[in-house]
């Protein structure tokens, strides 16, 4: 079982929402498929996401991936370092390795709990 | 269904504004053949534009959505596989392998003897600016060096697609002159340049279960790559974005 502090969405980005701060991230579902990461771009301090929307993109070794934002509102804080450090995703995927804090004006419907998100992923393979 | 779109030789921005198109909105399967006219570098997404600075004045520059190295575009047979993700497994170097098996198989029917590469896993921080200097794990290669550069861009929005590239070199490019190319088997020819653009259609059309049917673009697909080549691959903003 995968942390149930948060949230999942199928596109396998994480948000754990507290005081109305989502910190966001992806799961180790995602990191594993990926694999041999080499690049990851994230969104500016002060910039808009929106939910649905691609925040950031990360680069495997054979594909550009986007990354989708689970809430809507402006991003008061990125990992900075953790482009430099992609080795967190394999390692810390739920905690050191998160990529942005948005403080949220909107949150999407399609945000699962952890079971569901077990299930989802076990369908995926 | 398969639709298999071939073009004649376009600008590098329009492939590119093209296939971007493809990705977002084609809901058929799509296969796309086409060249470069005239020859051009193409930078993976990630890709850093003052590392070409040293390119010869007037070479045309252009950012790809997918990732990788750079490739010099000369005589080459490109292709784009434009298709829902379902298609194709989820393990990307699975999806490699698959396609890579393919043009394996295509490479052989017209007598070019090639295979995956093994046992090397890609190194995580490639130093190398061109896609064709390394082969790595699952890379089509010939005896000579790697033969298909190849790339994939994966949207998961509004459903999950994946916008597969393949360079398959037919004479080695000025710029990259250690690349491998058909051309080292045989004499490149307009009947075999046919030929094997048809045996990779045919191939990629099999592994994936599809049948390849002729097509073309739709008015909206056209209208969407005007629209992103203007605003976006012929846009110096977002050739020279990193």
């Keep these: 079982m995968r942390p149930t502090d948060r949230q999942y969405l199928k596109s396998h980005e994480w948000c754990k929402i507290e005081n109305g701060i989502a910190t966001i991230g992806i799961s180790d579902f995602a990191v594993s498929h990926l694999s041999d990461l080499v690049f990851l771009d994230l969104p500016a301090k002060g910039s808009s996401v929106t939910v649905g929307e691609s925040f950031g993109e990360i680069e495997s070794v054979k594909a550009v991936s986007s990354l989708y934002s689970p809430v809507s509102g402006e991003v008061i804080d990125a990992n900075k370092d953790l482009p430099d450090n992609l080795e967190w995703l394999s390692q810390e995927p739920f905690g050191k390795a998160w990529m942005i804090k948005v403080k949220v004006t909107t949150k999407s419907p399609d945000l699962m709990a952890a079971a569901a998100y077990d299930t989802h992923c076990q369908a995926e393979g | ?59 045309p520059i252009v950012r790809r959505l997918t990732g990788g190295g750079a490739i010099h575009h000369g005589d080459e047979l490109t292709f784009a596989l434009a298709i829902d993700a379902r298609w194709l497994p989820r393990d990307i170097a699975a999806s490699y392998r698959l396609l890579h098996g393919a043009v394996i198989d295509a490479l052989a029917a017209v007598g070019v003897a090639s295979h995956l590469v093994e046992g090397q ?65 045989m004499p490149v020819a307009a009947a075999l340049r046919q030929r094997l653009g048809d045996e990779v259609v045919d191939r990629l059309a099999a592994v994936l279960g599809l049948q390849p049917v002729a097509g073309a673009l739709t008015a909206d697909e056209r209208s969407l790559a005007a629209d992103l080549e203007a605003r976006r691959y012929a846009d110096p903003a977002f050739v020279h974005r990193r």
Excluded at chain 2, 7 to 34: G, K
Excluded at chain 2, 147 to 152: C, E, N, P, R, T
């Design chain 2, 121 to 185: 896993p890609p190194s995580a921080r490639p130093e190398q600016r061109w896609c064709f200097a390394g082969p790595t794990r699952d890379d089509i290669a010939t005896s000579g060096g790697k033969l298909l550069g190849s790339a994939q861009r994966r949207v998961h929005a509004p459903r999950e697609r994946v916008l597969h590239h393949g360079s398959l070199v037919l004479q080695r490019p000025a710029l990259t002159p250690f690349v491998a190319a058909v051309a080292d088997s």
């Design chain 2, 1 to 59: 269904m398969l639709r298999v779109i071939r073009h004649e030789p376009l600008p590098a921005a329009r492939n590119m504004a093209i296939d971007e198109a493809l990705l977002a909105s084609a809901a058929t399967p799509t296969l796309r053949l086409y060249g470069w006219s005239p020859h051009a570098v193409s930078l993976g997404y990630f890709q850093r534009s003052a590392d070409f600075a040293d390119l010869p004045p007037g070479t």
